[in-house]
């Protein structure tokens, strides 16, 4: 037993908590394997790490932007939500253990099942299956309690996430195709769902698929907006702007923006957006550089043909327009669902902006790969279906345990699925 709570301190500590580590070592050892040259072993594994840090900071800076616009459209809808349950905090206090262990099980059931399987796929976001386990073990407590604390328990959870880890890279691995030309990567990420339903969606319009959003013609004296930094700073600039007006320059003053005048905030909030995106970009293209390369090792000697499933951003480099337009079609369908779940007394929803840019954009990205810009437009709208539903039914599925979590991260793999999922263990009770 002391064998194993060592085992989930390390994997809690360094991989959950510091997932570059886990990348860098990776890299490491699959360099290692193929022989590399101790400077090669050094560049590669440091870069990936670096390229992850990257990454990271690219994707807090584009979070950190984001997340006031859900303040500001609760603000100018009016919504007053509230959330049942312990909370998030609470919940991770007396079950965190019991996540971790699930996690080193389900990490070490994806290897067996690359292995020896045909499904050779190696899910390396595995900061993302802290999600996955903490919602779907929240659903189980809500059913079982605290008999989800037995092995028993753990065990089942841990074959669960295994098996979604090497199952989900697979089933979105030829839309992921599609998009790259290639099986260099797949995608490991908690959007899955999503980007597989935006793929399908966005076949309504194949025969324009030749119609691309990174294609489209455009006044000339417009051309400035072909780059992806100067056009997404753009939008997000004249959103946040059209946003700060509609909310009142006095309470984005007193709430969001810490005294900094009002509109300055704005402009300065969607500036900081293209930035996040450009740093995203570059992360992106030095980790998957050196993962992919460094990853033959690993697919030569320990897991024959592995591929790596890697962060959503992966995909942005191949169309990052239609990261913006599946984003902002995705954004504009769940603000229409506000609306009209508001107005109806359905449901008073949450704008979850982050998962909109996270989820609707790649969603954009497969969509335009099967549709062009039109699909890339469509995928954007269901994914906003998606998830305005999907929060819907989490957060009355998880009524006792982390409503709260659920009403401001929804990504589709835990948000499409747990009511599902409790009425299924419900049989069992």
Not at 2 to 21: A, D, H, K, M, R
Request: charged share 10%.
């Amino acid at each position: 037993m002391s064998i194993l709570n060592g085992l989930v301190n390390i994997f809690q500590t360094y991989i959950v908590g510091e997932p570059f580590i886990f990348l860098s070592v990776i890299a490491m050892i699959g360099l290692i394997l193929q022989k590399k040259s101790i400077d090669k072993i050094i560049t590669g594994s440091l870069k990936t790490g670096i390229g992850y840090l990257i990454l990271n900071v690219g994707t807090g800076t584009i979070a950190g932007v984001v997340l006031p616009i859900a303040t500001l459209l609760n603000k100018i809808i009016g919504i007053q939500a509230t959330a049942p349950g312990i909370g998030t905090n609470a919940f991770t206090e007396e079950w965190a253990p019991t996540i971790a262990i699930i996690m080193v099980i389900g990490f070490f059931v994806n290897l067996i099942l690359a292995r020896f399987t045909p499904l050779k796929y190696v899910y390396l976001t595995v900061h993302q299956t802290y999600y996955m386990t903490f919602v779907y073990l929240a659903i189980a407590v809500e059913v079982f309690g605290v008999a989800c604390h037995s092995t028993a328990a753990m065990i089942i959870g841990g074959l669960l996430l295994g098996i979604y880890c090497t199952v989900a890279p697979a089933i979105a691995q030829p839309f992921v195709r599609k998009v790259t030309g290639s099986d260099d990567f797949a995608y490991g990420h908690t959007t899955t769902t999503g980007v597989v339903v935006g793929s399908l969606v966005g076949s309504i319009f194949s025969k324009y698929k030749d119609e691309s959003s990174e294609d489209l013609k455009i006044n000339p004296k417009l051309n400035f907006l072909k780059d992806i930094t100067v056009s997404t700073a753009v939008v997000m600039t004249l959103l946040y702007v059209i946003a700060t007006l509609l909310a009142g320059t006095g309470y984005v003053e007193a709430e969001l923006s810490g005294g900094q005048p009002a509109i300055l905030w704005a402009i300065c909030s969607g500036v900081d957006f293209g930035v996040g995106i450009t740093i995203v970009l570059a992360g992106v293209s030095m980790m998957v550089a050196e993962i992919t390369e460094a990853f033959k090792g690993i697919s030569e000697k320990i897991v024959p043909n592995a591929i790596p499933a890697l962060d959503c951003p992966i995909v942005f480099n191949f169309a990052p327009t239609a990261v913006m337009v599946g984003f902002l079609s995705c954004l504009g369908t769940v603000i229409v669902c506000t609306i009209i779940f508001g107005v109806t007394g359905i449901y008073a929803l949450t704008p979850p902006v982050i998962t909109t840019f996270f989820g609707g954009g790649p969603a954009g990205v497969f969509g335009n790969s099967r549709g062009g810009w039109r699909g890339a437009v469509i995928a954007g709208v269901v994914a906003g279906l998606m998830l305005s539903f999907g929060q819907m039914l989490t957060v009355g599925a998880l009524s006792t345990t982390v409503a709260d979590f659920a009403r401001w991260s929804n990504d589709f793999d835990y948000s499409a699925f747990p009511a599902l999922f409790k009425a299924i263990i419900s049989v069992f009770r």
